[in-house]
């Protein structure tokens, strides 16, 4: 039933209910303990009563999903990510779909599906529930896990990466369930609960469940767009591989006055030994680094010129004082097709205020590495670990942790099926396409061409400024809301593939 306030508002009722304690706007609190229950949007401007009124329930729900802090970093989060895949299981559930949550050797994955048909095309919908970690927690403008909208965008952590993306797609099915009672084609839905740290365990878990994963083609919303409006088809992935570097020197701290300049320092000998990462040039310093890296093709380069894309908009989105990186290739080249070594996090001594003169014991470095079509991360796993190995003083020892690691994804954009993405993203966006690689990886897109023998259609829904893995991750609502066109635009599309 609508009623109408004093003001002429038309409002829903049953919306408020589960609306006071989900959203905020910018005149409201960010804190849901100050929103009044009795009139909830007391404090709103009619724009953004309004605003907020016209939305469904997909809105409310992905906002739902997005108050889990299912981190998979730190264990300390860990009831939490069971309690998102159980919320996860709920909704494909109430969305006539069939469900299961199934065990991995860490965190479950969430499988869902249509009434499969045959002769129908199958579609795999790939994403996950969990997210990074939210520190630095000082530098975020609302609590990481209380979403609010603020200027069009739903602020939160996972609203972008992957919750927001992979929460379309749900939504997308769902609605076309609703409105159709089926669907153009067979779906399956797989979403875990370990990409954030490298997706850990999913490929056992594909070799196991390889029947019951048969399917055409991969769909993965996991990457971003070029600009705000410009639908962009992401054809490849860069790989990581990630290493931790322990050295240790003495067996405790010891006073630096006593006996500093006998023995080595860990803190000095790492900082050198990371320096030797790079050259000059910019360019990584480890021998053999560059000798699987395909070359750039002549046509890439020449849409990648075309983007609109601008340096100093990209500098603007880091807060960085200039751009650097590798001496010979433009910004987007060196992002999109060139490797990287990356210092991830240092630690070592005394932290706290005021000073500690200690020789510090131990020193410890966070390395990542990101890979570009054709490198191997476990063969450079080894060539790096020689290299740290070998330039590091006997004077202290040291040790190389291997964490997780993936390998990069290129492929065919003028596929049969590369070409339904095209018309699909079209469609949605009325706009010509743009075709880019992207920095980022998704490891298991690489594990799906490898287990079941599929590619992946990757269509990105985050802009450059989203601030994944970084404090303020946004998601603009206009591409959530693109997001569920494109899900029914893309499956029509497949679905006429003969």
């Not at 304690?21 to 009619?46: F, K, V």
């Not at 529930?129 to 975020?140: A, F, I």
């Not at 600009?227 to 701290?253: H, K, M, N, Q």
């Not at 966006?429 to 079941?452: C, H, M, N, W, Y």
Request: aromatic content about 8%; charged content about 20%.
């Amino acid at each position: 039933m609508i009623e109408k306030n004093a003001g002429g508002i038309a409002i829903v009722p049953v919306a408020i209910s589960r609306l006071q304690l989900a959203l905020t706007c910018p005149a409201l609190s960010p804190s849901r303990t100050q929103i009044s229950l009795a009139n909830p949007w007391l404090q709103a401007p009619d724009s953004c009563i309004l605003y907020l009124m016209s939305r469904d329930d997909a809105l409310n729900d992905l906002i739902e999903f997005l108050r889990f802090p299912s981190v998979s970093a730190d264990s300390q989060f860990k009831p939490h990510v069971e309690s998102c895949a159980d919320w996860l299981l709920q909704h494909f559930e109430k969305s006539g779909l069939d469900a299961e949550k199934l065990p991995t050797g860490g965190n479950p994955v969430v499988l869902a599906r249509n009434n499969h048909k045959p002769g129908r095309k199958t579609v795999l919908i790939y994403g996950h529930y969990d997210v990074q970690p939210p520190d630095p927690l000082e530098l975020w403008q609302t609590p990481p896990f209380e979403p609010v909208i603020r200027d069009g965008r739903l602020i939160a952590r996972g609203s972008t990466d992957n919750k927001g993306q992979i929460f379309a797609h749900v939504v997308g099915v769902e609605k076309r369930l609703q409105s159709k009672g089926d669907l153009p084609v067979n779906v399956i839905f797989l979403v875990e609960g370990e990409e954030e740290t490298g997706s850990p365990h999913l490929e056992n878990f594909l070799r196991k469940h390889q029947a019951a994963l048969a399917a055409d083609i991969v769909v993965i919303s996991d990457t971003g767009m070029v600009a705000s409006g410009v639908p962009t088809f992401t054809y490849g992935l860069r790989g990581i591989l990630c290493l931790e570097v322990r050295l240790t020197g003495p067996a405790v701290d010891l006073h630096s006055g006593i006996f500093g300049g006998s023995v080595a320092n860990p803190a000095t000998v790492l900082v050198e030994l990371l320096a030797k990462l790079h050259d000059e040039r910019g360019k990584v310093a480890v021998p053999g680094f560059y000798d699987r890296v395909k070359p750039l093709e002549s046509w890439e380069r020449e849409r990648w010129a075309t983007l609109p894309f601008n340096d100093q908009a990209w500098l603007g989105t880091t807060g960085a004082p200039a751009l650097y990186g590798e001496e010979g290739f433009s910004n987007l080249e060196r992002v999109w097709a060139r490797p990287t070594a990356e210092i991830n996090g240092l630690g070592s001594g005394y932290q706290g205020e005021g000073p500690k003169t200690i020789v510090p014991s131990r020193a410890t470095a966070k390395l990542s590495f990101r890979l570009v079509p054709d490198q191997d991360p476990t063969e450079l796993r080894g060539i790096i670990t020689k290299f740290l190995t070998e330039n590091c003083p006997p004077a202290v020892a040291i040790d190389v942790i291997f964490q997780h690691q993936g390998k990069p994804y290129l492929v065919e954009p003028e596929s049969s099926f590369g070409q339904a993405a095209q018309r699909a993203l079209e469609k949605t966006f009325g706009q010509p396409v743009a075709f880019i690689r992207e920095g980022g990886s998704i490891p298991i897109t690489q594990s799906f061409k490898d287990v079941l023998n599929l590619d992946t259609l990757l269509l990105g829904l985050a802009l450059p400024d989203a601030k994944a893995h970084s404090p303020n991750e946004n998601f603009p609502i206009e591409n959530f809301e693109a997001g569920i066109r494109l899900n029914q635009e893309l499956l029509e599309e497949i679905a006429g593939i003969k």
